[in-house]
């Protein structure tokens, strides 16, 4: 099966599952609150095809490339950087944090749509900077700038761990892709891990005191913890059924958002979770195949990173879940309800399919073409020699000096190299070599035939 196709159809599974669950979950809550039980359940529906439709629109008719060279980048980064910093200013707090924004009876919130600027961002760097990776200071100072300013900013802003955690490994996949050098990236993992640590002040500080240990404070930060662990447990390996969960009945706070991973092990049981962790594989999956066969780079770090940020999401919410992480308040994609969540989701889907969409543009060799970097390296001894043999061939000629001689080259490839989808590296730089020996007799022969007619 196709990788867009997989995509398309294990978004649409999810979003089913979001529906389903999220009725079963939010339906005490409506009833509390004095709404239609219905209420909670039509605005996800609502949401969702909305997204659904920006989605198709986005793949059918917004090419990727315009993202490098357009006005779309431009034009969001100043839309969110505008939002961040009017939750800064103006922003509305809930459970310990100011992430939102409300306006006219809507809420927003900034965080979710930053993630895809910030990686396309550093797709668009990493991509203008592709032929200077062996530069060791630019390299560093360029990855440095590109990992710890977003990372930054989140922190200052809103005092977001879960959205830098998320934006900082679809920065991490986008320069992996990229392939900037390992001697870069790994000092630099060190660096951010530091980073995250001494940033542990305050509330962040009692919440991993709580994660450690979630019955030190079991009515307090350590409930939602507590309670989820009872609803896997109570779900066994078959669920209770649709519907029949108990803990959505006040025990877990917003059971229908972030710990709604928990009413579906409680419902579903283990295997209605296995197949949720199984259908975000196939999201991870059906991405990097669609990075892989991206017609450039930049479609490839655009691709995969936007695919390592929503499944990393995804996994972050289940580890929250399951008492593997402290909790964060990052919801589930596609599932959990939320507007900019759902939207956020639906948006980068959208934009991997558009690179999908691109592959099919070229035919195999174009596209073989687009992601080579032909690089030259002068030798001396046989810069003299080709300058030899031009002034013999062309007599009257002027001497070109050894740096535009005709010299060594060798083709790199720029657009994708993690394990399992890179094949062999011999066999790879020979494919490449012969398509760039094809592309130079290509050329010699246009230029014979363009003399021929000159002659005539």
Same mark, same amino acid.
């Given at each position: 099966?196709?990788?867009?196709?997989?995509?398309?159809?294990?978004?649409?599974?999810?979003?089913?599952?979001?529906?389903?669950?999220?009725?079963?979950?939010?339906?005490?809550?409506?009833?509390?609150?004095?709404?239609?039980?219905?209420?909670?359940?039509?605005?996800?529906?609502?949401?969702?095809?909305?997204?659904?439709?920006?989605?198709?629109?986005?793949?059918?008719?917004?090419?990727?490339?315009?993202?490098?060279?357009?006005?779309?980048?431009?034009?969001?980064?100043?839309?969110?950087?505008?939002?961040?910093?009017?939750?800064?200013?103006?922003?509305?707090?809930?459970?310990?944090?100011?992430?939102?924004?409300?306006?006219?009876?809507?809420?927003?919130?900034?965080?979710?749509?930053?993630?895809?600027?910030?990686?396309?961002?550093?797709?668009?760097?990493?991509?203008?900077?592709?032929?200077?990776?062996?530069?060791?200071?630019?390299?560093?100072?360029?990855?440095?700038?590109?990992?710890?300013?977003?990372?930054?900013?989140?922190?200052?802003?809103?005092?977001?761990?879960?959205?830098?955690?998320?934006?900082?490994?679809?920065?991490?996949?986008?320069?992996?892709?990229?392939?900037?050098?390992?001697?870069?990236?790994?000092?630099?993992?060190?660096?951010?891990?530091?980073?995250?640590?001494? !940033?542990?002040?305050?509330?962040?500080?009692?919440?991993?005191?709580?994660?450690?240990?979630?019955?030190?404070?079991?009515?307090?930060?350590?409930?939602? !913890?507590?309670?989820?662990?009872?609803?896997?447990?109570?779900?066994?390996?078959?669920?209770?059924?649709?519907?029949?969960?108990?803990?959505?009945?006040?025990?877990?706070?917003?059971?229908?958002?972030?710990?709604?991973?928990?009413?579906?092990?409680?419902?579903?049981?283990?295997?209605?979770?296995?197949?949720?962790?199984?259908?975000?594989?196939?999201?991870?999956?059906?991405?990097?195949?669609?990075?892989?066969?991206?017609?450039?780079?930049?479609?490839?770090?655009?691709?995969?990173?936007?695919?390592?940020?929503?499944?990393?999401?995804?996994?972050?919410?289940?580890?929250?879940?399951?008492?593997?992480?402290?909790?964060?308040?990052?919801?589930?994609?596609?599932?959990?309800?939320?507007?900019?969540?759902?939207?956020?989701?639906?948006?980068?889907?959208?934009?991997?399919?558009?690179?999908?969409?691109?592959?099919?543009?070229?035919?195999?060799?174009?596209?073989?073409?687009?992601?080579?970097?032909?690089?030259?390296?002068?030798?001396?001894?046989?810069?003299?020699?080709?300058?030899?043999?031009?002034?013999?061939?062309?007599?009257?000629?002027?001497?070109?000096?050894?740096?535009?001689?005709?010299?060594?080259?060798?083709?790199?490839?720029?657009?994708?190299?993690?394990?399992?989808?890179?094949?062999?590296?011999?066999?790879?730089?020979?494919?490449?070599?012969?398509?760039?020996?094809?592309?130079?007799?290509?050329?010699?022969?246009?230029?014979?035939?363009?003399?021929?007619?000159?002659?005539?």
């Amino acid at each position: 099966m196709m990788p867009r196709v997989l995509l398309v159809v294990a978004t649409i599974l999810l979003s089913l599952i979001g529906l389903v669950v999220g009725f079963s979950a939010s339906s005490i809550e409506a009833i509390n609150l004095g709404n239609s039980v219905y209420s909670y359940v039509v605005k996800q529906a609502v949401l969702m095809v909305g997204g659904g439709l920006l989605a198709f629109l986005i793949a059918r008719f917004l090419p990727y490339e315009k993202w490098l060279q357009g006005w779309c980048f431009p034009a969001a980064w100043l839309c969110i950087v505008a939002l961040l910093l009017a939750v800064y200013f103006m922003g509305t707090s809930a459970l310990g944090a100011t992430r939102w924004i409300y306006f006219m009876g809507f809420s927003l919130q900034p965080s979710e749509l930053a993630k895809i600027v910030f990686v396309i961002a550093a797709a668009r760097i990493v991509y203008a900077y592709r032929n200077e990776f062996r530069d060791f200071r630019q390299t560093a100072l360029v990855a440095f700038a590109l990992v710890v300013l977003p990372l930054g900013f989140l922190f200052v802003t809103q005092s977001d761990m879960g959205t830098a955690i998320i934006v900082v490994m679809g920065v991490f996949a986008v320069m992996w892709v990229g392939e900037v050098p390992l001697k870069v990236l790994g000092p630099l993992f060190v660096v951010v891990v530091g980073i995250g640590a001494l !940033s542990l002040a305050g509330y962040r500080a009692d919440r991993i005191a709580v994660w450690l240990d979630p019955w030190s404070d079991p009515y307090g930060l350590g409930r939602q !913890s507590i309670r989820s662990l009872y609803a896997l447990a109570e779900g066994g390996f078959f669920g209770v059924g649709i519907g029949n969960s108990r803990e959505k009945f006040q025990y877990i706070s917003e059971a229908e958002n972030d710990f709604i991973f928990a009413i579906v092990g409680e419902e579903l049981g283990m295997l209605g979770a296995l197949a949720v962790v199984a259908l975000f594989l196939v999201v991870l999956y059906a991405g990097l195949r669609i990075a892989h066969r991206a017609p450039d780079s930049f479609g490839a770090m655009m691709a995969g990173g936007l695919t390592v940020t929503l499944v990393v999401q995804a996994f972050l919410n289940i580890a929250v879940v399951t008492g593997l992480f402290p909790v964060t308040g990052k919801p589930l994609p596609f599932i959990s309800s939320g507007g900019s969540s759902i939207l956020a989701s639906m948006l980068m889907v959208g934009l991997i399919l558009s690179v999908s969409k691109g592959s099919n543009v070229l035919t195999p060799y174009e596209r073989r073409r687009n992601d080579l970097n032909v690089i030259r390296v002068e030798h001396p001894a046989r810069a003299r020699a080709s300058s030899a043999t031009s002034d013999a061939d062309s007599p009257g000629s002027k001497r070109r000096g050894a740096g535009k001689a005709a010299g060594r080259s060798f083709v790199r490839d720029t657009a994708f190299s993690l394990p399992g989808f890179a094949g062999k590296r011999r066999e790879r730089r020979a494919e490449e070599d012969a398509a760039a020996r094809a592309d130079r007799r290509e050329r010699a022969q246009r230029r014979a035939r363009d003399s021929e007619r000159g002659k005539r």
